[in-house]
């Protein structure tokens, strides 16, 4: 039995059709802002590139440019569970 789709996130109202080659620098730090703070928090890059209408690139441009390294894919292990990593 396949499993059922995951559901889509909407992008959030601020966001919505704002990424843009070149986009107004005042919503691009918003984004930026909002990326790095929700990244910290747990979200995924899936999850930040629906809500803020941008692709994964540009997310993961985002968190380099602010020096952020990404999490490892997948869940965490059961040893390095154990051993507090």
Request: net charge positive; charged share 25%.
């Amino acid at each position: 039995m396949p499993y059922p789709p995951r559901p889509q996130l909407t992008a959030l109202p601020e966001f919505v059709g704002q990424a843009r080659p070149r986009p107004d620098p005042g919503v691009q730090a918003r984004a930026e802002q909002f990326i790095v703070a929700e990244y910290a928090a747990g979200r995924s890059l899936r999850e930040l590139a629906e809500l803020t209408d941008r692709s994964h690139s540009a997310v993961r441009n985002i968190l380099d440019k602010h020096g952020i390294g990404r999490r490892g894919t997948g869940a965490s292990s059961t040893r390095e569970q154990d051993q507090g990593y």
